[in-house]
């Protein structure tokens, strides 16, 4: 009933056309503003997945590494109690250091991860080669995979009309520091480039791969000496209970991340970005709540004679005041459907057609992802209509509260 009475004060001619203009121009503005709110969370959704389909060749689904220190005691029975789990698939073990790649005349520093052979059935890396193939060699003839940019800044040569390039590798030695001679500090090693990988930039230009045991034997690792512990789910698993599983099995002195939380920096930076640029776009919510405010008011005046009669008919403060809560309401609702349709439509043109393109050539796409969600769709929605109830109460309460006055 009360959206009746609603309905035909909105459709209703006015007899001053300021209100009906005023009306029109709040529905357009919270169209604008739902409108946009979800295409920026929809693009955001898009980035964000791409993201992680980028970041989940290289971070795998629990890594273990040492809670103090650079590197942890990881025994045979420990292996084998991870390997027992019923949620682990396979792991594989890392030996991780900075060093400095030598080609000739060029050199470039990296992050050098020495793997061993089950590392191609925990991470996708071995998926993003380009050139020659997924080869570690083993501790007397390493091979080392290099990403693209290492490549570029090294000037690596891998299966061209050239032989291989022969890398000369320079990593610091465990617990040794000469100050009279900071070279007996560094140990070197040669190995083979076999391959070339591109995921993304930040590993393309920062990462290589090669044999754990080279590495391990270069740094003066024990036997039972590891960097990390990285691990690769079944599917289905749940990756919570096996991470809690893995802690209790570990202990206190071993950290078990998930891939989110191994690059938790990221991904809370890609959230607070998008959940500022929403609460930016709210604000312009709150200006279309203004202009209803106005609305609503000029139209508690222009039926002060209609709200009397109802008051002589028995209505109470109560009904009046729903009554244009419901008007108040009607507005926010057109306007937030009309946003809906139109983030609908916008989204699946770009879906379907690419019309917004992203700007320069070095991105892995050349158009704006989107990706709808349906969680982003009631937010919206449930902020509009907060904000429409919240301007619709002052001058419904004025309503009410005025005095039966026939003439």
């Not at 809670?67 to 292996?79: D, E, N, S, Y």
Request: aromatic share 10%; with cysteine.
């Amino acid at each position: 009933m009360y959206l009746i009475f609603a309905w035909r004060y909105f459709k209703a001619k006015k007899t001053t056309n300021a209100i009906n203009i005023i009306a029109w121009v709040t529905v357009g503005v919270i169209a604008f503003a739902t409108a946009c709110q979800i295409l920026v969370l929809s693009v955001f959704n898009g980035f964000e997945g791409l993201v992680k389909s980028l970041y989940s060749s290289f971070y795998t689904d629990i890594k273990v590494t040492p809670a103090t220190g650079k590197t942890c005691t990881l025994t045979q029975a420990q292996i084998n109690s991870i390997k027992k789990q019923p949620s682990i698939f396979a792991i594989s073990l890392i030996a991780e250091e900075k060093a400095l790649l030598q080609n000739e005349d060029l050199q470039s520093m990296v992050y050098l991860k020495g793997v061993d052979s089950n590392y191609i059935n925990v991470s996708g890396v071995a998926a993003k080669i380009i050139e020659g193939k997924f080869d570690f060699g083993n501790a007397a003839e390493p091979g080392i995979v290099a990403g693209y940019g290492v490549q570029n800044a090294a000037g690596i040569n891998v299966n061209g009309r050239l032989e291989n390039s022969i890398l000369t590798i320079i990593l610091p030695k465990k617990g040794k520091v000469s100050v009279s001679d900071p070279m007996e500090s560094l140990s070197e090693g040669n190995a083979k480039a076999t391959g070339i990988f591109s995921i993304q930039q930040d590993f393309d230009n920062k990462y290589a791969f090669t044999n754990i045991d080279f590495v391990k034997q270069q740094m003066g690792f024990s036997p039972d000496e590891y960097s990390a512990c990285e691990i690769k789910l079944k599917d289905g698993a749940s990756v919570k209970i096996a991470q809690l599983q893995l802690q209790q099995a570990l202990g206190t002195n071993y950290k078990v991340q998930n891939k989110y939380e191994q690059n938790q920096s990221l991904y809370s930076t890609m959230r607070l970005e998008k959940w500022v640029i929403y609460a930016v776009l709210t604000l312009i919510l709150l200006i279309a709540a203004f202009n209803m405010i106005s609305a609503l008011t000029m139209l508690v005046l222009e039926k002060q004679k209609d709200i009397s009669v109802l008051q002589s008919m028995g209505a109470n403060k109560s009904m009046v005041l729903k009554i244009f809560l419901s008007e108040g309401l009607l507005l926010g609702s057109i306007g937030t459907i009309a946003g809906i349709l139109l983030a609908l439509i916008i989204c699946f043109l770009q879906v379907k057609f690419k019309l917004v393109k992203l700007e320069g050539g070095s991105f892995l796409i050349d158009y704006f992802p989107v990706e709808l969600a349906a969680s982003d769709f009631i937010l919206v929605a449930a902020t509009a209509s907060f904000i429409a109830f919240m301007a619709s109460w002052f001058p419904a309460r004025k309503a009410a509260n005025q005095a039966i006055e026939l003439r």
